[in-house]
């Protein structure tokens, strides 16, 4: 039994009906305006932030005291301009807030790797808004030698919450890729 045949034109109407979702939905995602990196010895320090802020249910998640988090992966290349760009190394980021209305402050974990950089008690909510959505000009490489006079670029996505697709589909709600400007290592830590 063969099954039935969908026309042509519900088809094509499908999928642009799916194609304007998408771009009506990515009108009102978040975004990172742009990707810094600066030198410091053989560090390599990253910042960046979302915009236009947090979306209103991590807002709200955040208020309610549950706890609520936000991870950034970062991604070190050497930038190539006729071939894809080589992965040198890679990190995840990650900023978890928790309300606590009895004190009415919030408590701030930074983990970087899975690994616990410091736990820090903020007095109001907009402080806990910020450091979800900031990534601060965090140590996030070690350059080598085998990194010394190499273009590299740094890509910085974030993600935020999880979403429903299809109606029942669990994903993860996240930025786009933005890649920082070519930079440059030399060995003595300085750049050309």
Same mark, same amino acid.
């Given at each position: 039994?063969? &099954?039935?045949?969908?026309?042509?034109?519900?088809?094509?109407?499908?999928? &642009?009906? %799916?194609?304007?979702?998408?771009?009506?939905?990515?009108?009102?995602?978040?975004?990172?305006?742009?990707? @810094?990196?600066?030198?410091?010895?053989?560090?390599?320090?990253?910042?960046?932030?979302?915009?236009?802020?947090?979306?209103?249910?991590?807002?709200?998640?955040? @208020?309610?005291?549950?706890?609520?988090?936000?991870?950034?992966?970062?991604? %070190?290349?050497?930038?190539?301009?006729?071939?894809?760009?080589?992965?040198?190394?890679?990190?995840?980021?990650?900023?978890?807030?928790?309300?606590?209305?009895?004190?009415?402050?919030?408590?701030?974990?930074?983990?970087?790797?899975?690994?616990?950089?410091?736990?820090?008690?903020?007095?109001?909510?907009? @402080?806990?808004?910020?450091?979800?959505?900031?990534?601060? &000009?965090?140590?996030?490489?070690?350059?080598?030698?085998?990194?010394?006079?190499?273009?590299?670029?740094?890509?910085?996505?974030?993600?935020?919450?999880?979403?429903?697709?299809?109606?029942?589909?669990?994903?993860?709600?996240?930025?786009?890729?933005?890649?920082?400007?070519?930079?440059?290592?030399?060995?003595?830590?300085?750049?050309?």
């Amino acid at each position: 039994m063969r &099954a039935p045949r969908v026309p042509v034109p519900v088809v094509v109407l499908f999928a &642009a009906a %799916l194609a304007v979702a998408r771009a009506v939905a990515a009108d009102g995602e978040l975004r990172i305006p742009q990707v @810094e990196t600066a030198l410091a010895g053989r560090d390599v320090r990253v910042s960046a932030s979302l915009a236009p802020g947090l979306p209103p249910d991590v807002r709200r998640r955040l @208020e309610s005291g549950l706890p609520t988090t936000v991870a950034w992966e970062l991604r %070190l290349f050497v930038s190539r301009d006729k071939w894809f760009d080589g992965l040198r190394d890679e990190r995840r980021y990650g900023v978890t807030a928790t309300y606590r209305p009895v004190s009415g402050d919030t408590t701030v974990e930074r983990r970087l790797d899975g690994r616990l950089l410091e736990t820090t008690v903020l007095p109001g909510r907009e @402080e806990a808004e910020k450091a979800l959505s900031t990534l601060p &000009a965090l140590p996030s490489f070690t350059m080598g030698p085998h990194l010394a006079g190499k273009p590299l670029v740094v890509r910085v996505r974030c993600l935020y919450g999880t979403n429903v697709s299809l109606g029942f589909v669990p994903t993860r709600a996240m930025t786009d890729w933005r890649r920082s400007p070519v930079f440059f290592w030399k060995e003595g830590g300085e750049t050309p």
